[in-house]
Every structure is written in structure tokens, then in C-alpha cells.
T-cell receptor, first 110, second 113 residues
Framework: DQQVKQNSPSLSVQEGRISILNCDYT??????FLWYKKYPAEGPTFLIS????KDKNEDGRFTVLNKSAKHLSLHIVPSQPGDSAVYFCAASGATDDMRFGAGTRLTVKP | EADIYQTPRYLVIGTGKKITLECSQT?????MYWYQQDPGMELHLIHYSYGVNSTEKGDLSSESTVSRIRTEHFPLTLESARPSHTSQYLCASSFGLEDYGYTFGSGTRLTVV
């Protein structure tokens, strides 16, 4: 039972444009959402997070939006070639075990 | 600079062998986790620990065991490796503060032949 879903396995954007990565979740008990970035042969690294009571969190070029029911998105503006990686959406709740999506592979073309 | 270390990075082993994947962290984190991930798939939680002498099972724990004798060390053991265990294994740790997420190691790529 996949509780966190990233329905786009891949996304390709031009350098300088906006990248929008989407994430849906099914468990209404999740109260914290996180995005991780993963390069090949490395472990995921924490990127940005948002609690369920907030609708927006910004950190430089990265913004996570939580404005739709059981849906959140990560915006990267402007996109850079170094942003090319796999991005994982994750969610946690009271049970403290974090659930991850399957990831979206972002390619930013120069 | 890595504060959580996994060894080995790559391992090829025969069916039926016993293997232990090592994970150590220097951040003093109480909580540690093991995840299994196949390409294009989500991370599956195998085991986690809230601190010394605490271990809990995740979704895929039935064929492996863990121990937490020291805060910094959280090894994962497969008693009898099978080809179905071929995967990437990721260790992570955290203070338990949701703002900061987990710190992951670089992973162990295991191949069972």
C-alpha cells in the first residue's frame, strides 16, 4: 500500500525555467512533509520540509506548496543543471516512521 | 563530509551466506533507520531504533535483524542471503526533529548471486 505517490517518474526542463515536482499522499494522519534529493551512488539528502498546517515554505530557489488536499509540490526556480537528480517526497506522522514516494528524476538541460 | 558511514559500499555474495551491513554515525542521533530501495521504487523501511537497546520492525523486516548496543552503531544482518535480497540498503539517523529530516549514508549496493 503506497501511501506517498509521485506519479511522474521523470521530468525534463530547460535551465532557467521552473521545475514543478508533484506528490500525493493517502494517509490523513501525516502531519509533516519533506523533500529529499538524491544523486547517483549517494544517499538522499534533506532539502526542504513543511508541516501540514502551513501552505508554503521557501528556502532560496526551492519552495514547497501544500495548498491542495493531500497534494503538495516542490518548485525550483530557476532550475540549474546541478539540480539534476532524483527527488523523493516523504511524509511522517505520529508513528514516526517516514514514508517515501518512488521519486521523480529531474533533468535540467543547459 | 559524511557524518553517517555505511560499509561496504558494494557487496557481491553467494546465496545462503550470512552478511552484516555496517552503519555508524557521529552526530549523537538517538534515532536510526534502515531502508531498502530498488531503482524507481520507494524506500521501504526495514528496521528502526529510538535509542540504545531499542529496535522496531518496519515493513520488510522478516528476513533480517538489527542491534543497537551503542548509540552510534546500527548494523543490519541477513542470516541467509537470497537473490531477492539484491537491492540498495540505506541507513539513516535523526534527532527526531521533523524540521531537519533524516541524514542518510551513501548506501550499500548488495548483489546476491
Amino acid at each position: 500500500d503506497q501511501q506517498v505517490k509521485q506519479n511522474s517518474p521523470s521530468l525534463s526542463v530547460q535551465e532557467g525555467r521552473i521545475s514543478i515536482l508533484n506528490c500525493d499522499y493517502t494517509n490523513s494522519m501525516f502531519d509533516y512533509f519533506l523533500w529529499y534529493k538524491k544523486y547517483p551512488a549517494e544517499g538522499p539528502t534533506f532539502l526542504i520540509s513543511i508541516s501540514s498546517i502551513k501552505d508554503k515554505n521557501e528556502d532560496g530557489r526551492f519552495t514547497v506548496l501544500n495548498k491542495s488536499a493531500k497534494h503538495l509540490s516542490l518548485h525550483i526556480v530557476p532550475s540549474q543543471p546541478g539540480d539534476s537528480a532524483v527527488y523523493f517526497c516523504a511524509a511522517s506522522g505520529a508513528t514516526d516512521d517516514m514514508r517515501f514516494g518512488a521519486g521523480t528524476r529531474l533533468t535540467v538541460k543547459p | 563530509e559524511a557524518d553517517i558511514y555505511q560499509t561496504p559500499r558494494y557487496l557481491v555474495i553467494g546465496t545462503g551466506k550470512k552478511i552484516t551491513l555496517e552503519c555508524s554515525q557521529t552526530m549523537g542521533h538517538d534515532k536510526m533507520y534502515w531502508y531498502q530501495q530498488d531503482p524507481g521504487m520507494e524506500l521501504h523501511l526495514i528496521h528502526y531504533s529510538y535509542g540504545v537497546n531499542s529496535t522496531e520492525k518496519g515493513d520488510l523486516s522478516s528476513e533480517s535483524t538489527v542491534s543497537r548496543i551503542r548509540t552510534e552503531h546500527f548494523p543490519l544482518t541477513l542470516e541467509s542471503a537470497r537473490p531477492s535480497h539484491t537491492s540498495q540498503y540505506l541507513c539513516a539517523s535523526s534527532f527526531g526533529l521533523e524540521d531537519y529530516g533524516y541524514t542518510f549514508g551513501s548506501g550499500t549496493r548488495l548483489t546476491v548471486v
